[in-house]
């Protein structure tokens, strides 16, 4: 991940939204990944910029098998003293570009929550993540709907979090993201927007029956955005 120390610190800080709990929010957005990435407990995961592990636990418990990787020590440290004995874990301590060789074409899936947006070069990444997928491994991110409002108040309101390390929201526009996957090795790119309300209504009872209630509604600027895409067969 092209990720600076500048950005690791500003990670590292007391993020309480970060921390591995479980909530209505998490589970909506885990839930979305299994469903439409097609997860199965079978599959060699590699999930890239897990941090505490917020999202990582969730389907480490559902009996999914990771290989998380993160540049923080300080937030592997969260994530491990989370996980049990039971989960089917391999925590490193590295970014993309640091991966061993050994996994070239080891993963069926690479996924990410709120990542992309944090990478400086997501061109470079994408080249990257390509070599450890399978033949027809698949990619699947969660990251922020650019057009939606919430983030940009949310982002304004929240004392520790700072446009110059969320700003690269604004790329996760598709004509970007499309562009982008598609150039660099990556086919079958697909984009959902899903959810309605911010983290702290859908984690109320209300809010979570208002959340079940309409999403098989239109709805326009959906908050979430949902990205997949197949690695590209070459002849």
Known sequence: MNINDDQISYYEKQHSYM????SNYVNLLVNHIIEHCQLKKSDRILEIGCGSGRFSIPLLKKGFSLTCIDPSQNLLSKFKAHATKEMNAEILNISISEIPKAYKGAFDKAIGFYILHHLSNVAD?????????????????????????MFYVQISVTKDLQWKYEKGMLKMRKSFLEKTLSSHGYEKIEFRNFGLLPPFAMNTRFGFTIENFTKNLWVPLRPYQFISAQKKHYA
């Open 19 to 22: 921390d591995a709990v479980d």
């Open 125 to 149: 990444d994408l080249i990257q993540l390509r070599q450890y997928l399978k033949g027809q491994g698949q990619i699947a991110f969660i990251e922020p709907n650019p057009y939606n409002l």
